[in-house]
C-alpha cells in the first residue's frame, strides 16, 4: 500500500532531531515468564512532549510504560530484554539501582493512591523523604509548588493537614499528581489517568497533562481516543503487543499509515 | 402451595435454630459475669486496690500487689513480645512467599498450638532454671513466647488488607522496599495491627499454667523482675484453692477484676478499629 502524501506537520517532536531523546526504548521486550507483554520496541520520548500510547485492551501499554521505570521487574517472574536509555544511559545496565530509576521517572497510576495515613501535605512531601534532607520550609515551599502545578492547591490550601480520602476522585488523583512532580523527576509515566475520574474530574487531568509538558517528558496511556487527540503530540499505536506505528498526533488520526491504527481509531475494533 | 408453606415453616425453624445457638454462646459468657459479679463485686473495694496480701486471720487486705505483678508481667511480655511478633507478622505479608517464610508460618501456627502450660515448663528449663530462681522476668518471657505467633499472625492477615496499588505508588515514588512496608504498609494497617496487639494482649493477661512456673507468685508487693511476683490469675488460683471464706470472696473479686480488664482491652480494640473506619 502507498503511504498517503505526506503534509508539512507543525508537530516539533517529529522532526529529526540531533539531540539524544530524553528517553527511548531499544528492542525493548517485556517477559511475563515465557510469554511476552509487550515485543521489540523502538521508540523515543522526547522532551515537553506529550506520547499518548493507546492500543486495544491487553495490548501491551501498561507492561511498556512499567517497563519505562523499571516497575515491571516487581512482579515476580518478569524480565526485560533490550535497552532503556534515559539521557542516553541504559537504565537495565548492570549496577544501577532501579530505585535511583525511578526517582527520575515518576508514575501516575489509574486509580487515585493517596496515601491514607498521611496528610494532604505529607502525601505531596512523600517522595522527597527518600531524597536529600530538607528544611521544614523548603520542603513546605516544595509542597506549595507541587500542588500549584497539580491546579490543586486553591482548593486543599485550607486543609494542608486533612487526610486526602476526604477528597473528591479528581482531587485526589491531582494530589498524586503533586506527589509524583514534587521530587522534580524527568518524565511522568500516567497509565490511564482518567478512567476512574467523572468527565470534569477527567478535563482537568487533561489541562494538567498539558501544563506538565512544558517542565516534563510526558508519556500517557489512554482508551479515549479524544482525550489522546486533545493531549497529546505523538501517538502510538501499540496491537497485539507490538508497535504498530507512531507518529504526530493529528498525522495519526487524519492518515495512518497502517490498515490496523486505521481500524482501530476508526472504532472497528477494540 | 403446600411447598411455600413448607418452606416457610422450615425457613422459620431454622431461623429459631440460629438464634437459639446465638444465645447458647452467650449463655457461658452471661453467668460468668453474673456469677462474678454476684460473688466478687461485695469484695472489691478501695483496699482490694490499695493493700496487699495481708496474714490469714487479720481483716481487710487486697489484691494490689497482684495487680501491679500482671501489669509488670504483661507489660514484659509486650515489650519483649510485642516488636518480636509485629515485625514477624510485617515480614511474613511483605516477603514471607519463599521457604523461609513458609517455614516461619508453619512454627507459628505449631507454636499457637502449644498448650500454655507445656510454655511455662519450657521458660522453666531455659530461664529459671540457669537463673536460679523464679522471677517476673521468665513469667514475662513466657508469655511473650504465646504473644508471638498470636500476634505473628494477626499482623500477617492486616498487612495483607494493604491494597497493592498502595505498595505501588510508594515503589514509584522511589521508595527502597523496606521503606514501602514501613512507612506506607505498616502505617496503613496501624489500626489493625494495635488491634490485633490488644486482643493479644487480652488473651496472654489470663494465662496462669505459664506463670506457674516462671512468676510463682508472692504475697507481698514486689516490682523486682528478677525475683518472684505475684500476678492477678496466680493471685485468683491459690486463693481459690485455699480453705478460707475470706480468701474465696477475694479470689471472686479478683476473678471479677481480670475479666473486667480482659473486656476493656477487647472494647479498645473495637473502637481502634471503629475510629479507623471513620477516617477512611
Ligand atoms: N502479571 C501478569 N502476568 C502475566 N501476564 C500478564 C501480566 N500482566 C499482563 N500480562 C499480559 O501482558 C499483556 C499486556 O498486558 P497489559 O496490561 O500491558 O495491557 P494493556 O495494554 O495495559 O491493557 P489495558 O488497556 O487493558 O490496561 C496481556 O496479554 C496480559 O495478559
Ligand atoms: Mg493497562
Known amino acids: ?270 | 402451595m403446600r411447598g411455600r408453606t413448607a418452606r416457610r415453616l422450615v425457613g422459620s425453624a431454622m431461623t429459631g435454630v440460629t438464634y437459639g445457638a446465638a444465645a447458647l454462646a452467650i449463655l457461658p459468657l452471661a453467668a460468668i459475669l453474673g456469677m462474678l459479679i454476684l460473688k466478687g463485686a461485695g469484695s472489691v473495694d478501695w483496699n482490694f486496690f490499695t493493700k496487699s496480701a495481708v496474714p490469714v486471720g487479720e481483716p481487710g487486705g487486697g489484691f494490689a500487689h497482684a495487680i501491679v505483678g500482671t501489669l509488670i508481667i504483661v507489660g514484659l511480655a509486650c515489650a519483649v513480645g510485642v516488636p518480636i511478633g509485629v515485625a514477624t507478622g510485617i515480614f511474613l505479608a511483605e516477603f514471607g512467599g519463599g521457604r523461609f517464610g513458609f517455614t516461619i508460618r508453619f512454627v507459628a501456627d505449631v507454636l499457637n498450638g502449644v498448650p500454655s502450660i507445656v510454655i511455662g515448663i519450657f521458660a522453666w528449663t531455659w530461664l529459671v532454671k540457669p537463673m536460679g530462681h523464679f522471677s517476673a522476668l521468665a513469667g514475662g518471657c513466657a508469655l511473650a513466647v504465646i504473644l508471638v505467633p498470636i500476634l505473628a499472625r494477626t499482623t500477617e492477615e492486616m498487612v495483607r488488607l494493604v491494597p497493592n496499588s498502595l505498595r505501588e505508588a510508594a515503589l514509584a515514588l522511589g521508595y527502597p522496599r523496606w521503606r514501602t512496608s514501613l512507612q506506607v504498609v505498616a502505617r496503613t494497617a496501624g489500626a489493625g495491627i494495635v488491634t490485633g496487639c490488644l486482643v493479644a494482649v487480652a488473651r496472654v493477661a489470663g494465662e496462669t499454667a505459664p506463670l506457674l512456673f516462671t512468676a510463682l507468685g508472692n504475697e507481698f508487693f514486689s516490682t523486682r523482675l528478677l525475683g518472684p511476683m505475684a500476678a492477678l490469675p496466680l493471685q485468683v488460683y491459690v486463693y481459690a484453692v485455699g480453705p478460707y471464706d475470706e480468701w474465696h470472696r477475694q479470689a471472686w473479686a479478683g476473678a471479677l477484676v481480670l475479666i473486667v480488664l480482659v473486656l476493656a482491652l477487647s472494647l479498645v480494640a473495637r473502637a481502634v478499629v471503629r475510629a479507623k473506619r471513620q477516617h477512611a
Not at chain 1, 493512591?113 to 536529600?132: D, H, Q, R
Not at chain 1, 497539580?150 to 473528591?168: C, G, H, Q
Not at chain 1, 524527568?186 to 470534569?200: K, M, N
Not at chain 1, 498539558?210 to 482508551?223: C, D, G, M, P, S
Open chain 1, 1 to 270: 500500500m502507498t503511504p498517503p502524501p505526506t503534509q508539512p506537520v507543525p508537530a516539533p517532536a517529529d522532526a529529526p532531531q540531533a539531540t539524544v531523546p530524553r528517553l527511548a526504548t531499544d528492542a525493548l521486550t517485556a517477559w511475563y515468564g515465557t510469554s511476552s507483554g509487550v515485543r521489540d520496541v523502538t521508540l523515543a520520548f522526547r522532551e515537553n512532549t506529550v506520547t499518548a500510547l493507546i492500543g486495544p485492551s491487553g495490548c501491551g501499554k501498561s507492561t511498556l510504560l512499567r517497563s519505562l521505570n523499571r516497575m515491571h521487574e516487581l512482579v515476580p517472574g518478569t524480565r526485560v530484554t533490550g535497552r532503556v536509555l534515559l539521557d542516553g544511559y541504559d537504565i537495565y545496565e548492570p549496577g544501577i539501582n532501579p530505585i535511583q530509576v525511578r526517582r527520575r521517572i515518576g508514575m501516575v497510576f489509574q486509580r487515585p493512591t493517596p496515601f491514607p495515613t498521611m496528610s494532604i501535605a505529607e502525601n505531596v512531601a512523600a517522595g522527597l523523604a527518600v531524597g536529600p534532607r530538607l528544611s521544614r520550609a523548603d520542603r513546605a515551599g516544595i509542597v506549595e509548588q507541587a500542588l500549584k502545578r497539580a491546579a490543586l492547591w486553591d482548593e486543599v490550601k485550607d486543609r494542608l493537614r486533612e487526610s486526602p480520602l476526604n477528597l473528591s476522585g479528581g482531587q485526589q488523583q491531582r494530589l498524586c499528581v503533586a506527589r509524583t512532580v514534587a521530587p522534580e523527576p524527568e518524565v511522568i509515566l500516567l497509565d490511564e489517568p482518567t478512567a476512574s475520574l467523572d468527565p470534569s474530574g477527567a478535563a482537568h487531568i487533561e489541562e494538567l497533562v498539558q501544563e506538565l509538558k512544558r517542565e516534563f517528558t510526558v508519556v500517557i496511556v489512554t482508551h479515549n481516543l479524544q482525550q489522546a487527540g486533545r493531549v497529546s503530540d505523538l501517538t502510538a499505536f501499540f496491537y497485539l503487543g507490538e508497535l504498530v506505528e507512531v507518529g504526530p498526533t493529528t498525522r495519526i488520526f487524519t492518515a495512518p499509515l497502517k490498515p490496523q491504527t486505521e481500524a482501530y481509531i476508526t472504532g472497528r475494533f477494540g
